[in-house]
């Protein structure tokens, strides 16, 4: 086992521990799951990324139904109120659609992050809010009809 063989790992979840969001989420039907999985590029210096949503049966393998973008990092309020980036990643926590063909996540692209919609059956992904600012969490109603964030 070398540093190479660690670093090309792939991790699915929080790299601390503590009370985090649920990295794996299920869908309404109990029948599959989506996460957020990212592997370290030594070459570059930065993370590929990629949003999975996976069925919950013996021998399924997992669809990409998004990929790319920059790791989202933790924030703490410093000394004289200054914000900084911990380097630590946020647990990005898909969150299922109300009828499951759909899960919203956190994507950062551009120096910018929205919410984005990728199609559970890996038909497609957009970008969903164009805000300003950073969304840093959003819900989705029980009605399954809006987004509030």
Known sequence: LTSDDLVGLHDIGPMTSGPEPHAVTLSPDRKKISFLMQQAV????????????????????????????????????????????????????????????????????????QIWRAWANGSGSEQITHDDGDVVEFAIAKSGTRLTY
Do not use: C
């Open 42 to 113: 030594p070459e570059t210096n930065d993370y590929r990324l990629g949003i999975f949503v996976m069925d919950l049966r013996l021998g399924a393998s997992p669809i990409r139904v998004d990929t790319g973008g920059e790791l989202i990092r933790k924030t703490v309020t410093g000394v004289g109120g200054v914000i900084m980036n911990t380097g630590f990643p946020v647990t990005i926590s898909p969150i299922w659609s109300k009828d499951g063909r759909a899960i919203y996540f956190l994507k950062r692209l551009g120096q910018s992050t």
